[in-house]
């Protein structure tokens, strides 16, 4: 976002390849707000398939969804939603994620590429000088590549409290 042109394109010409940013401003989390999140990163068949969110993000969703829980006749009573997904996308709680963010991922986008030649590497075990453990390493060499940024978003300054 602040480089005007990146891989010789321009921003300004090409604002559609641009992925979706939109802020809540500081507002609380709203089904309406996730929806034009969500329609804004589809396209045909295609939207997001997964929601990552700080877990109060998650808890939040819960919250708005309480009043349409339904429950059967059973002897076990179940509050609260163990798994939410929103227009089929599931909403994942990424306990590292940044307390106001959002982020809707389009995997049908997302290609991993690895280097032929070293896709794993395993580097052998080692003492370290300061433990009493062996260390071995797996190395994966390769990259994630999202094809169309546009079908990406993010959900900026939510505030969760609210």
Same mark, same amino acid.
């Given at each position: ?24 401003? /500081?507002?609380?989390?709203?089904? @309406? ?12 068949? =295609? ?5 990552? /969110? ?12 309480? &009043? %349409? %829980?339904?429950? =059967? ?16 996308? &599931? ?5 590292? @994620?940044? =307390? ?20 794993? /590497?395993?580097?052998?075990? %080692? ?20 094809? =169309?940024?546009?079908? @990406? ?10």
């Amino acid at each position: 976002t602040n480089y005007a042109t990146y891989g010789g394109v321009n921003r300004a010409s090409y604002a559609t390849w641009k992925a979706v940013y939109t802020s809540a401003g /500081s507002g609380a989390l709203s089904l @309406q707000t996730m929806a034009s999140v969500y329609n804004n990163c589809g396209i045909d068949e =295609s939207y997001p398939t997964l929601i990552v /969110s700080p877990i109060a993000g998650v808890t939040k969703m819960w919250g708005l969804l309480q &009043p %349409q %829980q339904r429950f =059967s006749n059973e002897d076990v009573f179940v509050v609260g939603a163990r798994n939410i997904a929103f227009g089929n996308a &599931p909403i994942v709680a990424d306990p590292h @994620q940044g =307390s106001t963010r959002m982020f809707f991922i389009n995997e049908d986008f997302m290609h991993l590429y690895v280097n032929k030649n070293r896709r794993f /590497s395993f580097i052998p075990f %080692q003492l370290p000088t300061d433990k009493d453990i062996y260390v071995g390493h797996i190395r994966f060499y390769g990259q994630v590549i999202c094809s =169309s940024p546009r079908l @990406q978003g993010h959900l900026n300054a939510v505030n969760f409290s609210l």
